[in-house]
């Protein structure tokens, strides 16, 4: 069983609609979590940020993670062109361990 | 513009030859991550330089080494290549030696194909 579970499949959705994507995880000593943006041809830069168990809100997005059931969520409400892209889940368990990464949602969204 | 540097952008070689990616971090961040990410395997984390010593390392082939200068750039020698090492590399960097209390800043990655 890999760390980090993310359903690859491509995602299209039209303008507007809320978009949900989710991560799984099996170490449980993860505590920091975070989404990545990816566009095309470019790196992944952060998108959220969050530590722990709870819900994070910016703006139309938002983080929820439970820890209960080792899953995470993100949520994209009135989801814009712009956001066409692959969204990657990633956690840690912090201090010198490294990013575990999901293998990324593309998400298309039409206009 | 995420302030991290890679060169090449692309780069296509042969099976067996080696290549070196460079990457410089942002002004500041004193650690530089390679990762490597294909279709099927996603973002593999190879390896971490904290301030010139290695901090940590992760699924990174024999093969493949890599050091962080006295400046703080950074380079990715592949060696005796093969086509499965056909991917994108990434380099990150961030100011502390841990990723996980601030956030990796990706550059654009340099795309290996062997032939």
């Known amino acids: 069983q890999k760390e980090v579970e993310q359903d690859p499949g491509p995602l299209s959705v039209p303008e507007g609609a809320i978009v949900s994507l989710n991560c799984t995880y099996s170490n449980s000593a993860f505590q920091y979590f975070m989404w990545y943006r990816q566009y095309s041809r470019k790196g992944p830069e952060l998108l959220m940020y969050t530590y722990s168990s709870g819900n994070k809100e910016d703006g139309r997005f938002t983080a929820q993670v439970d820890k209960s059931s080792k899953y995470i969520s993100l949520f994209i409400r009135d989801s814009q062109p712009s956001d066409s892209a692959t969204y990657l889940c990633?956690?840690?368990?912090?201090?010198?361990?490294?990013?575990?990464f999901g293998k990324g949602n593309q998400v298309v969204v039409i206009p | 513009d995420s302030g991290v540097t890679q060169t090449p952008k692309h780069l296509i070689t042969a099976t067996g030859q080696r290549v070196t990616l460079r990457c410089s971090p942002r002004s500041g961040d004193l650690s530089v991550y390679w990762y490597q990410q294909s279709l099927d395997q996603g973002l593999q984390f190879l390896i971490q330089?904290?301030?010139?010593?290695?901090?940590a390392k992760g699924n990174i082939l024999e093969r493949f080494s890599a050091q962080q200068f006295p400046d703080l750039h950074s380079e990715l020698n592949l060696s005796s290549l093969e086509l499965g090492d056909s991917a994108l590399y990434f380099c990150?960097?961030?100011?502390?030696?841990?990723?996980?209390?601030?956030?990796?800043?990706f550059g654009e990655g340099s795309r290996l194909t062997v032939l």
């Open positions: 990633a956690m840690s368990a912090g201090g010198n361990n490294r990013l575990a």
């Open positions: 330089y904290y301030n010139g010593e290695e901090r």
């Open positions: 990150a960097s961030s100011v502390r030696g841990s990723g996980t209390d601030g956030e990796l800043f």
